[in-house]
């Protein structure tokens, strides 16, 4: 069975700064996508960067990146230059054939 | 980018009544999606909504409990049966416009049983 866990329920960061979020998963296929989506307080379900299994390169979009390291069946988010807007709840996702497996969330709070 | 417009966006609901959710989307898409969010936790699949077949279901999830239309591919709605207060949750559609690739969510419907 594919899991997907988090095991960090919440963190803070100061406004500025880096912060890295943990993500790990298990799944016998070899292809398959990764996503960070962000839910903030509204409910909507944003993509924040998304990862193709089949690339070794790292995934950035702007002040997002992560690092994928495949062996590992690790996915970590990096926010660079922390803002405001970041504070969020963020689930880390594998997906197969379409259906998405959420981790757990961590809370993200940025602080002025 | 596809664009889901979901209603209801909330409400509340007497035990034992049922709520019928609707999802509707800017663009045909071949596979619809429902998740539960419950309170604090993370999105849990109910069901993948298959234009033209019945909905295909998770293990935990009943049509009986759950039933699903798909009428069209821009379309879908998901029912909330004989409702517990175990029920209360955010309900969100979900496509894809391309297998694997972006989902895109509606804005979820926040339900509460009492």
């Known amino acids: 069975a594919q899991t997907v866990t988090q095991s960090q329920p919440e963190m803070s960061v100061q406004e500025a700064e880096t912060v890295t979020l943990s993500c790990t998963y298990d799944?016998?296929?070899?292809?398959?996508?990764l996503f960070w989506y962000k839910q903030p307080p509204s409910r909507q379900m944003i993509l924040v960067i998304r990862q193709e299994a089949y690339k070794q390169q790292n995934a950035t979009e702007n002040r997002f990146s992560v690092n994928f390291q495949k062996a590992a069946k690790s996915f970590s988010l990096k926010i660079s230059d922390s803002q405001l807007g970041d504070t969020a709840m963020y689930f880390c996702?594998?997906?197969?054939?379409?259906?998405?497996?959420f981790g757990q969330g961590t809370e993200l709070s940025v602080k002025p | 980018s596809a664009v889901i417009s979901q209603k209801p966006s909330r409400d509340i609901c007497q035990r034992g009544t049922s709520l019928t959710i609707q999802c509707q989307v800017d663009?045909?898409?071949?596979?619809m999606f429902w998740y539960r969010q419950q309170p604090g936790q993370s999105l849990t699949l109910i069901a993948t909504?298959?234009?033209?077949?019945?909905?295909?279901?998770e293990s935990g999830f009943v049509i009986d409990k759950f039933p699903i239309s798909r009428p069209n591919l821009t379309f879908s709605t998901l029912t909330v049966s004989n409702m517990s207060p175990e029920d209360s949750s955010i309900y969100l559609c979900?496509?894809?416009?391309?297998?694997?690739?972006?989902?895109?969510f509606g804005q979820g419907t926040r339900l509460t049983v009492v």
């Open positions: 909504a298959n234009q033209g077949s019945e909905a295909t279901y």
């Open positions: 799944t016998s296929e070899n292809n398959y996508y």
């Open positions: 979900s496509v894809e416009e391309v297998p694997d690739a972006e989902a895109f």
């Open positions: 996702a594998l997906t197969q054939g379409g259906k998405l497996i």
């Open positions: 663009s045909q898409v071949t596979m």
